[in-house]
T-cell receptor, first 113, second 113 residues
Framework: AQSVAQPEDQVNVAEGNPLTVKCTYSVSGNPYLFWYVQYPNRGLQFLLKYITGDNLVKGSYGFEAEFNKSQTSFHLKKPSALVSDSALYFCAVPAVGSYQLTFGKGTKLSVIP | DSGVTQTPKHLITATGQRVTLRCSPRSGDLSVYWYQQSLDQGLQFLIQYYNGEERAKGNILERFSAQQFPDLHSELNLSSLELGDSALYFC????????????FGPGTRLTVL
């Protein structure tokens, strides 16, 4: 079964510093991988996805993610964190065939002013 | 705004009752997914419909059912409610049901007292 893992429950970073939110995956075949963000009392917003091609994927709000096949990782990154980036971040992988998403447990990002 | 709408936003009811959650997908999207988000279980897939037909089932209880209507809106019916059913219920839609991006609605927060 396709799965993802987010090893950190919480990440704290100072405003203006680079941020990384980690995700590792376990899939059969070519992976499709997604990142979503959830702000308090809001739904999930799509950030970016990897299907194939360039290992560096650019997404919304200045976020990018690096696909690394040898390390089976898909870490979310941003060069300079904003306080408004504070939210819950989910990595996800679709199931084979029906494509429903399996989510990681989420990582709470806190950007400190 | 993802273009996916869900009603109601909040629902408070008593144990043993039955409720219906409604979802309207983005214009043109044929696939609708339902997810449950709770503190202890995280984000879990419940059920998927594609163009009116059930395509996949996840961890959906027998007390729960869903359907997708000819106009492509979907309803999730929850019956014989228990305290543990209190959660955020999200609907997501995608264009074709493949590994296309799923866009999420704002969710319905269900509280069972």
């Amino acid at each position: 079964a396709q799965s993802v893992a987010q090893p950190e429950d919480q990440v704290n970073v100072a405003e203006g510093n680079p941020l990384t939110v980690k995700c590792t995956y376990s899939v059969s075949g070519n992976p499709y991988l997604f990142w979503y963000v959830q702000y308090p009392n809001r739904g999930l917003q799509f950030l970016l996805k990897y299907i194939t091609g360039d290992n560096l994927v650019k997404g919304s709000y200045g976020f990018e993610a690096e696909f690394n096949k040898s390390q089976t990782s898909f870490h979310l990154k941003k060069p300079s964190a904003l306080v408004s980036d504070s939210a819950l971040y989910f990595c996800a992988v679709p199931a084979v065939g029906s494509y429903q998403l399996t989510f990681g447990k989420g990582t709470k990002l806190s950007v400190i002013p | 705004d993802s273009g996916v709408t869900q009603t109601p936003k909040h629902l408070i009811t008593a144990t043993g009752q039955r409720v219906t959650l409604r979802c309207s997908p983005r214009s043109g999207d044929l696939s609708v997914y339902w997810y449950q988000q709770s503190l202890d279980q995280g984000l879990q897939f419940l059920i998927q419909y594609y163009n009116g037909e059930e395509r996949a089932k996840g961890n959906i209880l027998e007390r729960f059912s869903a359907q997708q209507f000819p106009d492509l809106h979907s309803e999730l019916n929850l019956s014989s409610l228990e305290l543990g059913d209190s959660a955020l219920y999200f609907c997501a839609s995608s264009s074709s049901g493949s590994a296309d991006t799923q866009y999420f609605g704002p969710g319905t927060r269900l509280t069972v007292l």
